[in-house]
Structure formats: C-alpha cells, structure tokens
C-alpha cells in the first residue's frame, strides 16, 4: 500500500514536470549530431560461436531504425582482439577472435572504450593486436596503451563539422591492469592529470564525452566516488558522462545541464546470465545551437531468449524498465526531472 502510493506520487511529479516544462521539437534538424551509446559489449564465448553462424549483422537486426542515423555509435569494448599473450590469473579471462571485430563495423560502432578490466587479460601483446585491429577499421578508441601518457591520448572524431572528444578510463582492478609512465595498460584517472585533459580536450573541440569503467558489478546504485568524479569532470569541461561496468542499470543524473549516464548495463555480451535481462541504448542529439535531446531506448538482453540480438522493449515491459530507470534516477537529481513513455529525458535546463 505505501509502495502504491509512493509510486503514484513518482509519477505525479513526472507528469506535473512534463507539464510545466514542456518537450523540445523532438526531431532533429539536419545539422544535428546522433550519438549513440551502448553499454558492455563481449564478443567472445558462445557470442562469437552465434556469429559464426549467423553473420556478423546478426546482433543488430532489431535495431537498424536507430544504428542507421546515428553518426557516432559507442560502446564499451570488454574484450580485446586477438591470438596472442599469455593469461592473467584471475577469475574471468577474455579474449576474441579478431575477425569479429567485423561485427562492430556491421553495426557502424566507430567508438570504443579501452578503459576497462579484462582489456589486458592477455597482456600488451593482445593489446597491441587490438589497437593494431581497430586502427586497420578506423574505429576510434582511448584508455589504454604502451604507457600512461598513450593510454591518456584522447580520441577525436570530426562530424559535420564539429569536433567531437573522447576519453577513457578504467577505475576498476586489478590494480596491475593500469598504466604507469613506463609499463602498459589503461588508464586510471588520477587527480594530477584527469581534469586537467578534460579541460584540455573542450578547449580544443566542441562536446567532449567521458567514459568511466566503474562502481561494482550487480550494482545499482551509483556509488559516491562515481557522482564527485563525475561532477568534477563536468566542472572541467566534460559535456556527456558515459558509465559501465556494473553489467547493469544504474540511475541518470543531470548536472549543470550536462548528461551522466552511470551504468548503460550490457550491449552485446557473451553469457546467459541469469542476472543481466534489460539494459539501454542512450540516444543523445547534439543539435546546431549546441543544446541536447536525450532519449533512451530500452532493450533486452536476456541472451537465453534474444541470443545475443537486443531487442527494443514495447508496451508494458518498456514502461515497466521506465519506471524503474525513472526511479532510480530520483535521488540522482535536485532539480526537476523526468522520463516520458517514449523515453525521452527532459529536465530543468541550468
């Protein structure tokens, strides 16, 4: 009974947001940019074993309408290409095959994170393979590499003539996966440097977007350190916060009128997990005048009855996963917010 309540009061306040401030013209205009994000993809295990059967396009035949406009499609890439190293000892290990780097470009991925926890799995040989794979592709990446100052290297991607940045990083262990001034691995934000490259990056392109491989897995609350970090950053100039690691939802906060999204959940994962059923796609529209449209797309990834194929929740499920996304972005936000049954996002502009 007090849920009840509760939940209708929930949505009380959406619907008096919604009035009070109104939706922008939701179609973008032909100057706008489309980004859209995607959370954890794993392409190897039983994933790749379906890809070899089915094609590479496979994993995104329910969601052409939104792969298909999008100028910047990113994702988190969990699991390096390639054949070489020797394995990390530690509880999951993950390596893939580099021609399935075939399925990002079926997707038009052009975006990856290397800021990750099983990107160095094999070492830097494996590494060095998949900068070598996506680099062949022209697939933008950041977060890792020979050394601290590589793995720190912003990405830039040019579109319609903006400048779009990007940078990566990965706080999760273990501690030996992270670079250092002379040895390899990715890069973890360190306060002596990581808001200085934010504000480094802005001032030399027009929506910067950061990565953070964070918080814990199952987890879904965003933990303290997650928000200060994110804030900060914004404070130096990031314009779009991007999370993942937790292999599940976690809330949306708007801050100072800029976009964190602290866990996208998985993409395209290797496993069956029992664990992990919804997650999103995040569609952001940077449109000429600079200000943004959101909009999320929710999507299941219960691989035991999409197989590694997403598919766009409808009708009642899709409200359902609102509702929740809804809620847990609550205690995120001071200022009015809220999310609509098409699941656009709109708050209180700063």
Known sequence: ????????????????????????????????????ASGDTMLGSWAGMVMADSGYAYPFQYLREYVDEADIFFTNLEAPFGTTGQTFEKQYTFRVKPDLVNVLLAGKINLVSLGNNHIMDYGFSCLQETINVLEKHQIKFAGAGRNLQEARKAAVLEVKGKKIGFLSYSLTFPEEFWA?????????????????????????????????????????????????????????????????????????????????????????FGSYSENVKDSMLLKITLQADDSIIAQVVPIKVYNKEVEFRPVPLRDEEKQEFIYRLAKLSLELNDSPFGINSEGFIKWQKS
């Open 1 to 36: 009974m007090i849920f009840n309540r509760y939940k209708r009061l929930i949505w009380i306040g959406f619907l008096l947001t919604f009035l009070f401030f109104g939706f922008d013209d939701e179609n973008s205009n032909v100057e706008a940019i489309n980004i859209l």
């Open 180 to 268: 250092s001034d002379s040895t390899p691995g990715t890069c973890f934000p360190y306060d002596t440097f990581v808001f200085k490259d934010v504000k480094a990056l802005k001032k030399t392109t027009d929506f910067v977007i950061v990565s953070c491989h964070w918080s814990a897995e199952l987890l879904e609350n965003a933990k303290k350190y997650q928000i200060n970090l994110a804030h900060r950053m914004i404070d130096s100039g990031a314009d779009l916060i991007l999370g993942h690691h937790p292999h599940v939802l976690q809330g949306i906060e708007m801050y100072k009128g800029r976009l964190i999204a602290y866990s996208l959940g998985n993409f395209i």
